[in-house]
């Protein structure tokens, strides 16, 4: 008599319903996702699609006692999950799991603390090493299921941090919730009924609504599950599951290897510039080349740019009009910070894309594709009206695994994106909050310092 291995969605259930020990470092990665995902919230809180969202659960009538991050209105649990979750990704200032290109924190985050809040209000905090806990569970599942997918998800169009950050979060809300490994399973099943998210909707408002649906979403299907809503059995591995409608060929080994050994958390790296991660080598070279200066940019008459093949992919976007669309834009991104120096912000706004010297200079852009650089390097090559040459290389990008930024950096870069929004909050108070979470009695108590008063 045989015994049939377990599939990969009863062994998911079973380490989220009991997972080990988390590791030290694992602890910290955690700590610091939440810190960066809590900034790229405030950050994105003020923009226009945020705005609609936030009238429109306006018109819901709802129960108004979660935080929106960043804003003095409140939404009931799901839409305060979903508002905080697009306004976390919206800039792309977010976290960026490596090789997968996840942006994991955004749809996980904002569920797990919309529900911990909703339990607070109900007089059953939850403690802020459980709310961690659940968090880095939500990460991790979100990582390896990218690993799983592979490039050919994100090449089919799928916008793969909405399609696989749903089943994170609703798996690290189901931690929260404490749900026995049967009903977690009912929980991916019920967050593959509503997984979605194209990257034709990249630089639109709607890519937005994509990633705030994984969060309302998966914190839906916990819910659901939590009170007896059914799902298929292999929502994940079944002949027309998550791998066979989504991906190519899926690797579901990538899924359960080493799980609770190994930790793809401990590959999240987090950006200094608010734009497509492949883009991180290319600002950098090019502000290099800017602080070096020695040439007028006008008698530049090309600019080759070399990079693995996912840089021309993603980012070659000519003639884009918003800065949303600029954020995945290789021509802006290197004519703002070649010419002026800059990567901020208001490098990547709608009146820096409407520049008619910039978009100009976009024009001189040219790719070459290399398979052999690493997604975190890229070389920027400057040819003048002379014959000139001038080139610089960047191996491995600042906030990359290589060269990850500092636990003050992260909290720089949330100090920055409460000042460029123009909100009063005691900055020092919150990084605290969150640095110390593991500490706290209630872990979604840290949101109120995050509310404008």
């Given at each position: 008599?045989?015994?049939?291995?377990?599939?990969?969605?009863?062994?998911?259930?079973?380490?989220?319903?009991?997972?080990?020990?988390?590791?030290?470092?694992?602890?910290?990665?955690?700590?610091?996702?939440?810190?960066?995902?809590?900034?790229?919230?405030?950050?994105?809180?003020?923009?226009?699609?945020?705005?609609?969202?936030?009238?429109?659960?306006?018109?819901?009538?709802g129960a108004d006692g979660s935080t929106l991050v960043g804003r003095r209105e409140r939404a009931d649990m799901?839409?305060?999950?979903?508002?905080?979750?697009?306004?976390?990704?919206?800039?792309?200032?977010?976290?960026?799991?490596?090789?997968?290109?996840?942006?994991?924190s955004a749809p996980v985050g904002p569920a797990v603390l919309a529900l911990a809040e909703a339990r607070a209000a109900l007089g059953r905090p939850v403690s802020g090493a459980t709310l961690l806990e659940a968090f880095v569970l939500g990460v991790e599942i979100t990582c390896r299921l990218g690993l799983a997918a592979g490039e050919a998800h994100y090449a089919r169009g799928w916008h793969i941090t909405s399609t696989a950050g749903i089943f994170g979060a609703a798996l690290a809300c189901g931690r929260l919730l404490e749900l026995p490994p049967p009903a977690l399973v009912d929980a991916i099943g019920n967050a593959l009924a509503q997984a979605a998210g194209s990257v034709e909707t990249l630089g639109t408002m709607s890519k937005s609504l994509g990633v705030g649906q994984a969060a309302r979403g998966g914190l839906l299907a916990a819910l659901l599950a939590e009170r007896g809503y059914t799902g298929p059995r292999h929502?994940?591995?079944?002949?027309?599951?998550?791998?066979?409608?989504?991906?190519?060929?899926?690797?579901?080994?990538?899924?359960?290897?080493?799980?609770?050994?190994?930790?793809?958390?401990?590959?999240?790296?987090?950006?200094?510039?608010?734009?497509?991660?492949?883009?991180?080598?290319?600002?950098?070279?090019?502000?290099?080349?800017?602080?070096?200066?020695?040439?007028?940019?006008?008698?530049?008459?090309e600019v080759e740019l070399t990079g693995h093949p996912l840089l021309?992919?993603?980012?070659?976007?000519?003639?884009?009009?918003?800065?949303?669309?600029?954020?995945?834009?290789?021509?802006?991104?290197?004519?703002?910070?070649?010419?002026?120096?800059?990567?901020?912000?208001d490098a990547f706004s709608d009146e820096s894309v409407a520049d008619p010297v910039l978009r100009a200079f976009a024009a001189r852009l040219r790719f070459r594709d290399d398979p052999t650089y690493a997604l975190e390097s890229a070389r920027v090559l400057l040819r003048f009206a002379d014959g000139r040459e001038i080139a610089r290389t960047v191996d491995a990008a600042k906030g990359g695994l290589a060269r990850p930024m500092s636990d003050a950096e992260l909290a720089a870069k949330l100090a920055a994106q409460v000042e460029w929004r123009g909100l009063q909050l005691d900055v020092g108070r919150l990084v605290a909050a969150i640095e110390s979470i593991e500490d706290a009695e209630d872990g979604a108590a840290f949101l109120a310092l995050t509310r404008p008063q």
């Open positions: 008599m045989t015994t049939s291995q377990p599939v990969a969605e009863e062994v998911l259930a079973d380490f989220v319903s009991a997972p080990p020990a988390l590791p030290k470092e694992v602890r910290a990665a955690g700590r610091r996702s939440l810190l960066n995902m809590v900034g790229t919230t405030i950050g994105g809180s003020g923009e226009t699609a945020i705005d609609r969202l936030v009238e429109l659960s306006a018109e819901f009538g799901l839409w305060a999950a979903s508002i905080n979750a697009a306004a976390a990704n919206i800039f792309d200032f977010d976290d960026t799991h490596i090789p997968t290109v996840v942006h994991p929502p994940l591995t079944g002949a027309r599951g998550f791998f066979s409608l989504y991906c190519d060929h899926a690797d579901a080994a990538s899924l359960t290897e080493g799980l609770g050994r190994s930790w793809e958390i401990l590959n999240n790296t987090f950006k200094p510039y608010p734009c497509g991660v492949v883009l991180n080598p290319v600002i950098e070279a090019c502000l290099a080349l800017n602080a070096e200066g020695g040439f007028d940019a006008r008698d530049i008459v021309r992919q993603r980012t070659d976007r000519p003639g884009v009009t918003s800065g949303r669309l600029a954020q995945v834009c290789a021509q802006h991104a290197v004519a703002v910070s070649l010419l002026h120096g800059k990567a901020d912000l």
